[in-house]
Nanobody
């Protein structure tokens, strides 16, 4: 349903842009977002964007990351600037919507982001 791309290895201070392509079978999308999970840590919310375009960010990424979406391409993005080693994690795209007869939260498979110091 969700296919992430754009992860990789980058030096501290660098930038990456993550993309999440949403299956065309999904509809009535209420919100989209990105979570991340670092080794040995709990999964945390990074950013969300609602169907109306309202955005929300965790304090740890505010001012550095930007979430956006392209409705025509059914894709959500996460632009990550001024990356820090503590941003290293697997990043997951999440969508709250309906696919088939199931309404709820859908998760991508995750993409690894590694920031070297």
């Amino acid at each position: 349903q969700l296919v992430e791309s754009g992860g990789g290895l980058v030096q501290a201070g660098g930038s990456l842009r993550l993309s999440c392509a949403i299956s065309g079978s999904m509809h009535s999308i209420r919100s989209m977002g990105w979570h991340r999970q670092a080794p040995g840590q709990q999964r945390e919310l990074v950013a969300t964007i609602t169907s109306s375009g309202s955005t929300n960010y965790s304090d740890s990424v505010k001012g550095r990351f930007t979430i956006s979406r392209d409705n025509a391409k059914n894709t959500v993005y996460l632009q990550m600037n001024s990356l820090k080693p503590e941003d290293t994690a697997v990043y997951y795209c999440t969508v709250n919507g309906i696919s088939g007869f199931r309404a709820g939260d859908y998760w991508g498979q995750g993409t690894q982001v590694t920031v070297s110091s």
